[in-house]
């Protein structure tokens, strides 16, 4: 397997957990509870990060300096496992320049 296609898998996970991390972050909370610009900024990353690999060049390429900075955001924001898996795909990225 090749480091661009390790990449991608390892971005696609991320950002599948992510997003499976935002939704279930939502599911024993009231409305008045929840704490809507992580949520916004959570989803929208998890989005960001599952289109860039579906698609590498329509919302924003696949490189993994781009990576290595959504991973290290939704870490904070969100979704630790799912921020873990970008940053790295993000480094596996690295390795292949």
């Known amino acids: 397997m090749r480091n661009e296609e390790l990449m ?3 971005a696609a996970l991320g950002g599948a957990f992510a997003l499976i991390e ?13 704490d809507i610009p992580s949520f916004i ?4 990353l998890a989005i960001v990060v599952l289109a860039s690999v579906i698609s590498p060049d329509k919302p924003i390429p696949l490189n993994w300096m781009v990576f290595v900075i959504i991973g290290i955001i939704m870490i904070v924001y969100s979704s630790l496992i799912g921020g873990v898996l970008v940053l790295l795909a993000g480094f596996v990225g690295y390795t292949e320049r």
């Not at 900024?41 to 929208?44: D, E, G, H, R, T």
């Open 8 to 10: 991608r898998l390892l």
């Open 22 to 34: 935002v939704i279930l972050g939502l599911e024993g909370k009231k409305i008045d509870n929840i």
């Open 41 to 44: 900024i959570a989803f929208i």
